[in-house]
């Protein structure tokens, strides 16, 4: 055997092609491998971005004492996590059961049935802090398989029959209601950081979709606590080293409760969440840091992470070369006073120093600090802060830059094309708009093809070999919903409803339960199916608010019961888990509030059209468009004509219809939540 990854498409797998351990990708063929000599396969689980990940495979897999004893003894297969998320679930879940925790890398030890029996993460190379080499591990299970192996397919099967038992029957009895939501508010409440802003403590991650329902539950009820949180965990964050003060976008987490240290890596799916909701904040109070944090972050994505074909690369590393040419977490983006000295002059430095919070101490490792405005500098010069900040972006360009994820994944994708739709609408950013309708473009004819199912990643416009999952279909489904209202073309529209209609037909179960996997998809040792949002919506309420989305704007009924059998798990979890079912929660505001269907008998960009989408009732959905046949594009405006021969708006909810009006104001207070 040799290592077969240099045949594949992602970035991750082709990071270890050159490994000594023969690695293969996950398929039928390794675990007939492991068959045929009866020897274990260890499953290796990470992702391009991952720090850990990249240490583990430098100490231990391009080791060639290692790589010898792993050949010998196991089947070695590396699986990239955000192309079979599947995978990666259904291990996952073991892991956390098994040792209380989880994380990447993730390393399995695996039956040739693909049963798991021993767990781990990150193993040394050495023995540290109460863990064993991962030589030690190796060895253990070499001999644990080769002396004892009635034991292993007893703990084996005892795992797999555990996780069996797991399996969500339903979400719950009915739809989330207003004691739901109320008990959901009072949750995070409990768990809020008056101090910092956010939730819970470190590390601190940014709650995107939390705050997606804060400010949708304060449009429909007028809760000023719920807009007290969003706007001051946003304010915190945008203040915060999580945010690129340079050049625009987020890191992924905050090592500490404060939002000062971050963990470097940018992922394109925070920043996609996070770019809609601080335009959904500014939607909402008029904020101009909101507008600035919205747009900086759209032109992040656009600038550093979309590719040649018009898609978004998933994510930026967190580490690069330093000055000496090691390669280590955060060198691309922290500063010393001599640093700042060096490009800008005594004066400027000082006064860069001041204003960012670089110390000789430094906020960071050997003395560098994480650029972050000083919340006590008091009055500044604007214009001497933008110059200072224009002249360090200019050097920190010439830095070695943190390498890319290249490949496209689906649902990330889904998520940015509703951001900078939707930003792009409410700035006058027309650009923007088309950088979105050229993702959706790539979507359509690279990961729907002529196979008519969505294909999860593709990589310099070729598809994977990876069917897409349920959070697939529910995000670029929703994505592709963003852009029909912000372009008034009803084709997406229509993409949505094909992705929903197999949403409908492949991945639900009975009583409203959705799975993250089709009825047709390879099994697993497990069928996942997670309710919970993590870093992304899950597949389950990403589906269920697209679903909801279409069904107001086509009247379908079975969409409508899905979504609504969807979101009986957001009763049941919202009141016990807020924290961790944001999305859920932000679409039950909006079936609590209809949601509200908005017909613009109009030109797409006029006064009506731009009212409609500045509306903030919770899941508003617009059609928009004029002549005979606007109709045929987006029922919604079926028999709605011109009145007198002006624009024209209509708002409907729960079968009941306002007077329609020609009036912008009229409208803007119709749509006020």
């Known amino acids: 055997m040799a290592n077969r990854l240099a045949q594949t498409t992602s970035p991750y797998l082709l990071q270890h092609a050159d490994n000594p351990v023969d690695w293969l990708p996950w398929s039928p063929e390794a675990f007939e491998e492991a068959k045929r000599r009866d020897v274990p396969v260890l499953l290796s689980v990470g992702y391009s971005a991952c720090h850990w990940c990249h240490v583990m495979a430098h ?14 003894h196991f089947v070695p297969v590396k699986v990239d996590r955000e192309e079979r998320p599947d995978v990666d ?4 879940e073991a892991v956390q059961a098994a040792t209380g925790h989880g994380g990447w890398p993730m390393t399995v030890f695996l039956t040739p049935d693909a049963e798991p029996f021993y767990f781990g993460t990150y193993f040394p190379p050495e023995p540290r802090h109460g863990s064993p080499s991962f030589q030690q591990v190796l060895e253990g299970v070499t001999a644990a398989w080769t002396d004892r192996r009635d034991e292993v397919a007893e703990v084996a099967g005892r795992i797999v029959a555990d996780l069996a038992g797991r399996s969500l029957v339903h979400g719950g009895d009915g739809v989330p209601g207003e004691s739901e939501v109320a008990q959901a508010l009072l949750g995070l409440t409990r768990e809020y950081d008056e101090q910092h802003g956010g939730f819970g403590g470190a590390p601190k991650f940014p709650p995107a979709m939390v705050v997606e329902f804060l400010l949708r539950h304060y449009a429909r009820t007028g809760a000023e606590g719920a807009l007290q949180m969003a706007a001051d965990t946003c304010t915190a964050m945008a203040r915060g080293g999580i945010y690129d003060q340079l050049g625009g976008g987020f890191a992924r987490y905050s090592v500490d409760r404060e939002w000062i240290v971050p963990h470097f890596e940018k992922m394109l799916y925070d920043n996609a969440l996070l770019c809609r909701v601080y335009a959904h904040l500014w939607r909402t109070t008029g904020s101009d840091e909101a507008r600035r944090i919205a747009l900086e972050t759209a032109d992040f994505m656009v600038r550093e992470l979309r590719t040649a074909e018009g898609g978004f690369a998933s994510a930026l590393d967190a580490d690069s070369e330093d000055a000496e040419g090691k390669h280590v977490e955060g060198a691309f983006y922290v500063w010393t006073p001599a640093q700042l000295r060096e490009v800008l002059g005594e004066d400027d430095a000082a006064f860069a120093a001041a204003y960012f919070g670089v110390t000789e101490e430094g906020t960071f490792e050997e003395g560098a600090s994480v650029l972050r405005p000083a919340g006590d500098a008091g009055p500044v010069d604007a214009a001497r802060v933008a110059g200072v900040r224009a002249r360090l972006l200019a050097a920190r360009d010439e830095r070695p830059h943190p390498g890319r994820d290249d490949k496209v994944v689906a649902a990330w994708n889904g998520l940015a094309i509703a951001a900078l739709a939707e930003t792009g609408a409410y700035f006058d950013r027309p650009d923007l708009v088309e950088r979105a309708t050229e993702a959706a473009d790539l979507l359509v004819r690279v990961h729907l093809g002529e196979v008519a199912r969505l294909t999860r990643t593709s990589k310099d416009g070729r598809a994977g070999d990876n069917a897409g999952v349920l959070e697939d279909y529910g995000d670029v489904a929703e994505g592709f919903l963003a852009l029909a209202a912000v372009t008034g073309e009803g084709a997406w529209l229509e993409f949505a409803g094909f992705l929903l209609d197999i949403v409908l037909e492949q991945f639900t179960g009975e009583g409203g ?65 807020p924290r961790f079912v944001g999305w859920g929660l932000a679409v039950a505001e909006a079936l609590l509030d209809g949601p509200r269907e908005v017909a613009v008998a109009g030109p797409v960009g006029g006064e009506l059209h731009r009212t ?32 007198g021969g002006e624009p024209t708006a209509y708002v409907c909810r729960h079968f009941v ?3 329609p009006t020609t009036d912008a104001g009229e409208l803007a207070a119709k749509l006020g939540g």
């Open 59 to 72: 100490e231990s897999f391009e080791d060639e004492t290692v790589a010898d004893y792993l050949n010998a």
């Open 513 to 577: 339960q959705l799975y993250d996997t089709a009825h047709d998809a390879e099994q697993l040792i497990r069928r996942p199916q997670d309710p919970t949002d993590s870093a992304t919506p899950s597949g389950w309420t990403a589906a269920a608010g697209a679903l909801l989305s279409y069904a107001a704007y086509t009247g379908s009924e079975a969409h409508r019961t899905a979504a609504e059998g969807a979101l009986g798990v957001v009763k049941a979890l919202g009141p016990r888990v």
């Open 612 to 643: 409609a989408l500045l509306g903030r009732a919770p899941g508003a959905v617009v059609a928009v468009g004029e002549g005979p046949g606007a109709g045929a594009e987006f029922p919604l405006l079926v028999d709605r004509p011109l009145l």
């Open 657 to 659: 219809c306002d007077a």
């Open 89 to 92: 679930a259904v291990y996952m």
